[in-house]
């Protein structure tokens, strides 16, 4: 029986041994599944930064305008002041090249400005205009100066006229305020994402007055008050499979019901919300759910046993406890809604939208719509907005989770 006894240690020690280097090598490839996944987070968000902060810098030329008395030709004033730098360009090809260093832009900034301060008219006056895009891409680094003239954009004379205005102090780079405070344009210089940041959150504000007051009285009516039965479990088979419906589909929705059948207005937050608010439901209703059912019976029947009616129980001590939980899942749902582009493209929120919406009926655009219209377009600027559209989107959406986790921490109740 002695030895009976060893070996049956010895076997047991083995199987010990063996179950410790399992567990040794499980822990091994979770730490390595983690390390590869923070490696990959990491080297994504070192991309998009690197390739979208130089858009947050915007080059700048000064100009000597001498503003003409009585005339609103200011581009005309735009290129003479171009022309007074550079005097001994006389070709039209040539000066097509030269004006091309401006932004378009300056032309409006100008007029603006003279319409602001009228007494300007008939003086000289010296202003920092936007630089073309090229010409920013050139001063960030981004265009090569000494690479293969067939590979860029700006000619080599322009390269020459570039260093001349460096020379001289006539380039700088500065903050790009345009970039958060205007609208959508056409050149790459000009370009933000007011109207976009704008829209996705009167988007995002209509999606929350829909689907949070309906998603939660949902959950308590499901989890409190519904009679278990056959069409009970229908109704909760059907919300769980919404949750795993494609957004696209919810655009589809959208583009059959509210526009083609209500027939409210195309590209509005209106309609973007309400579509939002159709995927964003279904999180709600069974976060709600979730955070009903962690709520203890006693604090149901401790309610009760004082006299409050059913609803009161719900509405006056099983809610309030179970809010943290169903905010955390309003939060998450919503952050979600706000990375969605499918649908908004269905309803037509690619509109090309200058001006900032008034009101949830103007025309609007959303910023998951603002980086696909971006990545599409053919310059070469366009390419670090694209990144720092994305940045500003990420930095929505990680402050929406923070905003998750917070609550959850500080309302969170442990039974």
């Known amino acids: 029986m002695t030895e ?15 179950r410790y280097r399992a567990e040794r090598r499980f822990r091994r490839l979770g730490f390595a ?28 030329i000064q100009l000597d305008i001498a503003v003409l008395q009585g005339s609103d030709n200011y581009q005309g004033m735009v290129k003479q002041a171009l022309r007074d730098i550079f005097p001994e360009v006389k070709s039209r090809r040539h000066k097509r090249q030269l004006y091309a260093l401006v932004s378009s832009g300056a032309t409006y900034q100008l007029n603006a400005r003279i319409e602001a301060e009228p007494d300007l008219s008939g003086k000289k006056i010296s202003a920092w205009f936007p630089a073309s895009d090229d010409v920013d891409m050139v001063i960030k680094g981004r265009i ?53 940041t704008l829209g996705t959150l009167l988007s995002l504000l209509v999606c929350l007055v829909l689907s949070f007051p309906l998603g939660v009285l949902t959950a308590v009516y499901l989890e409190e008050f519904a009679p278990r039965g056959r069409w009970t479990e229908f109704i909760e088979v059907n919300i769980n499979n919404l949750a795993a419906v494609p957004s696209i589909v919810f655009g589809l929705l959208g583009l059959a019901v509210f526009l083609n059948v209500f027939n409210l207005p195309r590209s509005a937050p ?41 609803l009161q129980a719900v509405f006056h001590h099983v809610l309030p406890l179970a809010m943290p939980g169903v905010l955390t ?71 929406m989770n923070l905003a998750a986790v917070l609550l959850r921490k500080k309302y969170e109740i442990r039974w």
């Open 33 to 60: 599944a983690v390390s590869v996944g923070l490696i990959f987070l990491t080297v994504l968000f070192g991309v998009v930064l690197i390739s979208g902060f130089g858009a947050f810098k915007q080059t700048f």
């Open 270 to 310: 209106l309609v973007g919300g309400m579509v939002l608010a159709l995927m964003t439901l279904p999180t709600i209703i069974i976060a709600g759910r979730v955070a009903l059912n962690g709520v203890p019976p006693s604090v149901r029947e401790a309610a009760l046993a004082i006299g409050a009616s059913p």
């Open 4 to 18: 009976t006894m060893e070996s049956k240690s010895r076997r047991m020690a083995s199987l010990r041994k063996k």
């Open 144 to 196: 090569a100066r000494d690479g293969p003239a067939e590979l860029r954009r700006v000619t080599d004379q322009q390269l020459r006229w570039i260093e001349r205005l460096e020379n001289e102090g006539r380039i700088r780079t500065q903050f790009n305020w345009a970039f958060f405070t205007s609208g959508d344009s056409r050149e790459p210089e000009l370009a933000g994402i007011a109207v976009a």
């Open 329 to 399: 899942g309003t939060i998450i749902g919503t952050a979600r809604a706000l990375g969605e582009s499918a649908p908004l493209l269905m309803i037509g929120m690619v509109a090309f939208v200058v001006d900032l919406p008034s009101t949830i009926l103007s025309p609007a655009t959303a910023l998951p719509v603002q980086v696909f219209l971006w990545a599409d377009s053919p310059e070469r600027a366009f390419e670090e907005r694209t990144a720092a559209a994305i940045l500003v989107l990420l930095l929505l959406t990680i402050l």
